[in-house]
């Protein structure tokens, strides 16, 4: 169970009876409403806005399939679509209109589309405008719905012609539908004037959809509250999907809105000589970054400690960005770690993650809803330079980083997280440095020494207690992870340079030598 310090963070909304009783009509999609505190305030209009594609038609079934499923009376009013677009659009989504949602499907009058008739004087657009209003009231007062969607607002501006004329039939749409006591969403789809905010000023709260294309990967959406009068709602932008079954949003994360406090013990890697290198083990729900080149272990180090953690019957969680899940696996079966074996009996969640399909609030969202879900205390996030892919920029990822950091921090589970530098040996630098945020800091390298190239491993940070300042020699067999004795006769192993300063050499041997 998630404590809150308040409830902007609500994600979900349960309970199948009408919301009458507490004023708020919920919208059937829980992250929707999760941002907005509730959901939408009954009896008032809301505007959602968007160009094309971006969603509207969904979240606006959606809102009139959670008022049926309340046992509430909905009524679309579509000027842009046929009945016949719509119950098909539903329909992939796995939806039937059926009883509680009627469709009024507004057309002119036929004397409107009489060719004669349209060259008259007598049709001019304040007689159409008219008309079209007259009968949305007229299928109004004959379904007396609850809940109603107007699509589109685009029609009844261009009938409207000025900005004055067009305010009007929107004042007199709220006053009316007021009266009736109707909670009203209304479609725009923004191909007026972007500076037109008419509808702002006159409806209770404006919910903005964007969806973006980057150079590469699926498109991007994400969902604004724009306007919410009279309610603390979570701003900013959130991501969200459109998925068969409808639309999923993933509510921006905001790790202060979580309790801290959690007790927190040592976490060890079960390896004597790698404890020692970082002091004697790790703070349970620290952060831990193992950074490297490509190929130095950094995968299996952060794994040792995710199996380590198991061997104490706590539960892991790995999120792969880079390899694919099934060469991971059968590259650590043949060390004998059978992370099938694991996954089979729950207590090791495996997520391949693919960057450029993944939001990075969806991905926050999946770390959050396993930790929670399934009581992990280990979070393994493979490599930050996949995660990095799914970022508009760099400070983003910083940002992201930080709030999804806390939250874990936060829910006492220790995190460790890989990011491959760039080069193999001598100067190397980091896609992104995050070594600030991170409260441990392991640093592994290659080297050269008597004729071979080896691994070195050495702590460069740790924020809580003592760690050695030695830098060991480390080397990855058949039968796991050896940490070898300190390098005290080396001089330059991190430059990957090193030179002998000294008589002996204490260096792994390799087994059977």
Sequence with gaps: MIERENGVGAETVTGTKSDAGNGEAHTGIAGLDGIMCGGLSRGSMFLVEGEPGAGKTTVALQFLL????????????????????????????????????????????????????QQSLLYSSD???????????GAVE????????????????????????YRRQILAIKHYFTRHDSTVMLLDDLTAEAADKTVHSVTQGVIR???????????????????????????????????????NVFPRLVAAEYRGGRRRGRITSGIAALDALLGGGLEGGSSTLVLGPAG???????????LAAIARGEKAAMFVFDEELGLLIDRMQGMGIDLQALQRDGTLFLDQVDAAELSPGEFAHRVRSAVDARDIKTVVIDSLNGYQAAMPAENALILHMHELLQYLNRQGAATFMTVAQHGLVGDMAAPVDITYMADSVI????????????????VIKKRSGTHETAIREFRIDPGGLSVGEPLHSFQGVLRGVPTYAGTETPLLTDPGA
């Design 66 to 117: 959670e008022g049926a499923r309340r046992g509430e009376r909905g009524l679309y009013i579509t000027l842009s679509e046929t009945e016949r677009e719509l119950r098909q659009g539903a329909a992939t989504h796995g939806w039937t209109l059926g009883e509680g949602i009627e469709i009024f499907e507004l057309i002119p009058p036929e004397s409107l589309l009489d060719e004669d008739q």
């Design 127 to 137: 007689l159409e405008l008219g008309e079209t209003t007259k009968q949305i009231f």
């Design 142 to 165: 004959r379904v007396k719905p609850r809940r109603v969607v107007l699509d589109s607002l685009s029609e009844i501006r261009l009938l409207a012609q000025s900005s004055l004329r």
């Design 209 to 247: 959809l964007e969806e973006m294309a980057p150079d590469y990967g699926a498109e991007r959406r994400r969902v604004r509250i724009l306007k919410y009068r009279g309610r603390k709602y979570r701003g900013g932008y959130h991501d969200f999907t459109i998925t068969t079954g409808g639309i």
């Design 296 to 306: 130095t272990g950094k995968t299996l180090i952060s794994l040792t400690f995710a």
């Design 443 to 458: 640093l592994l390298r290659y080297f050269e020494a008597a004729g071979k190239v080896r691994r070195a491993i050495s």
